[in-house]
């Protein structure tokens, strides 16, 4: 057992340091989960993309067999999806996750090999088990590691995930155009398969070590956390409906009523994904200030008035715009609902994040048809409009679902006092800690005593995927700057060299658009590629510099 474990298992809060952990373990085993995240969400996003596209043009599968397929993965997922939380309040989740991502690596292959529709649903059966692991596994792990705020942790994960799915479908359409589904399918595989060995590396954790001492008197209530979650399992369920099945007829009303090609959808979404990858891990800043019901609320209404506006309004710019704006809000809103699930969830986060994940499904699974429905009996307005109200009226109800849970409406700022890394002893660490502010006033000017407790609470929720050395000082505004602009010059050159590789190719679209000219359909998806690339860079750039603009300060590391 690592100095992590042990120091949760002799009584730390719920993913708290213990008094003798070492930092540098506990960093290791989060890059390793984190990059784990990534390399799964690669190939597993894009199969959600190719799978009906595969199974109509090489089986030849019509459209009621492509359902059975896609059904077929969704539903096992659903099912499954208790039972993974289950298993990952009794076994170490990481290894439950690893798991997973060895059935969706066999699921891969499956894919790769098939050459009849009996192969494909058994490789669907396998990612649909193997999916539900996955995900509830580490987004168990995940609220082990935090003490009562967990926003920056989940949405570290989520944006490292969404960094995984974006790469994952540059290099499937790369691969697409040149091998075919084959080789992608492989690659996958081989994906999944490098993700379950870094799930596996590493020392055990202790069944259910870090669920013991939930910060929240109301979180140990007779009612049990299971039922005050009710309302709150209720919402996710009922707007991931309504986001999936406004999500589906979008797509339908670009590529008919627009016209639109796959690719140019894509470009439509590209500016909201964007930032729905690269915003969840800063946005805690700000939902831990405004706190959990004013979050829900701001991105349910933003999700109601996106909707409301497409009946409106669907020119392609208009959603590409909307979309952004409705994408800043979501990626808020996430991290903060499963910080709030995992904060009540007392002994048993595994269960709780298994019922939440199996509540968003459920709606995934039935919004589409409903909302289509709709559409097909009143049209394209009144399929909005629908959605709209949903939205709306989960907007009002998210302050009761919080106010429910008996949880503060701000996440906690402090630690308890044995998180505090520098102490190697367990026995001499809070003596220690109680004598340290003495020593701090009698020597040079050092930061306050609940400076130092704050910055240790930023710190450890930043512990997924992030050095935390303890004789690191904090970055000062200029000095963070410098590093921005450091940074953004590797990022640029990088940028440039692949745009000079793409000229030479006759691939730039950069260069197309400078110079006036009709781009060639041949090479549409390197086009798409350094588009998508070129946004990236922009967004870089406004966001590098604007630490040279407006200086402020790194988050700050523990001092010694």
């Not at 998508?532 to 630490?547: G, Q, R």
Request: charged share 15%; proline share 7%.
């Amino acid at each position: 057992m690592s100095t992590l474990d042990k120091g949760t298992a002799d009584g730390a809060t719920p993913g708290g340091a213990g008094p003798d952990e070492e930092p540098d373990a506990g960093d290791a085993s989060g890059r390793r989960v984190l990059t784990a995240a990534a390399l799964g969400s690669a190939p597993m996003e894009v199969l959600d993309f190719l799978l009906p596209l595969w199974a109509g043009s090489e089986l030849k599968a019509g459209a009621s067999a492509v359902g059975a397929l896609i059904a077929v993965e969704a539903v096992l997922s659903l099912v499954v999806r208790p039972l993974a939380g289950e298993l990952s309040d009794r076994f170490d989740p990481r290894r439950v996750a690893a798991a997973g991502a060895a059935l969706y690596a066999l699921s891969f292959a499956g894919y790769a090999v098939a050459d009849a529709l009996w192969t494909a649903f058994v490789a669907a059966g396998l990612g649909g088990v193997g999916g539900a692991l996955f995900w509830v596994a580490l987004d168990t792990w995940t609220g082990r590691r935090t003490a009562g705020n967990g926003t920056a942790a989940y949405g570290k994960l989520l944006s490292v995930s969404g960094q995984g799915a974006f790469a994952g479908y540059l290099i499937a359409f790369t691969v697409l155009e040149r091998g075919g589904y084959r080789p992608l399918f492989w690659l996958g595989c081989a994906a999944c398969a490098v993700a379950a060995v870094l799930l596996m590396a590493g020392p055990s954790e202790a069944a259910g070590k870090a669920d013991a001492g939930e910060p929240s008197g109301a979180a140990a209530g007779a009612a049990g956390p299971s039922r005050r979650l009710l309302p709150l399992m209720a919402l996710a369920a009922v707007t991931a409906g309504a986001e999936a099945g406004l999500w589906m007829l979008l797509l339908l009303q670009l590529q008919g009523e627009y016209g639109l090609t796959p690719t140019e959808v894509a470009l439509v979404f590209a500016p909201g994904f964007v930032v729905f990858i690269l915003l969840p891990e800063h946005a805690h800043r700000i939902t831990d200030r405004v706190g959990r019901s004013w979050t829900m609320g701001v991105s349910f209404t933003a999700a109601a008035l996106f909707a409301a506006g497409l009946a409106v309004i669907s020119a392609p710019v208009a959603v590409a715009v909307l979309w952004t704006l409705v994408a800043a809000c979501f990626a808020a809103q996430i991290p903060v609902e499963q910080a709030t699930v995992a904060a009540v969830a007392g002994g048993r986060l595994g269960r709780a994040m298994g019922r939440y994940e199996s509540a968003r499904l459920a709606g995934v699974l039935v919004g589409p048809p409903l909302l289509g429905t709709v559409s097909e009996a009143w049209g394209w307005a009144a399929a909005c409009l629908t959605s709209a109200a949903v939205s709306a009226a989960a907007a009002v109800a998210a302050p009761w679902a919080i106010h429910v849970l008996g949880l503060p409406e701000r996440p906690p700022h402090e630690r308890p006092a044995q998180d505090r890394p520098r102490a190697s002893v367990p026995s001499a660490a809070e003596p220690v800690r109680r004598s340290e502010p003495q020593s701090v006033r009698q020597g040079e000017p050092e930061p306050a005593p609940p400076q130092q407790k704050h910055d240790r609470v930023r710190n450890k929720d930043d512990e997924l995927g992030t050095e935390n050395t303890p004789s690191a000082g904090a970055l000062s505004p200029k000095e963070h700057a410098r590093k921005e602009r450091r940074d953004w010059l590797f990022h640029t050159v990088v940028f440039a060299v692949a745009q000079l590789g793409l000229w030479a190719l006759d691939a730039n679209w950069l260069a197309y658009r400078i110079q006036d000219e009709p781009i060639p359909d041949e090479r549409g998806v390197l086009m798409w590629i350094g588009r998508i690339w070129l946004t990236i860079w922009i967004i870089d750039t406004l966001w590098s510099w604007s630490y040279t603009v407006f200086p402020r300060q790194k988050k700050t590391r523990s001092t010694s």
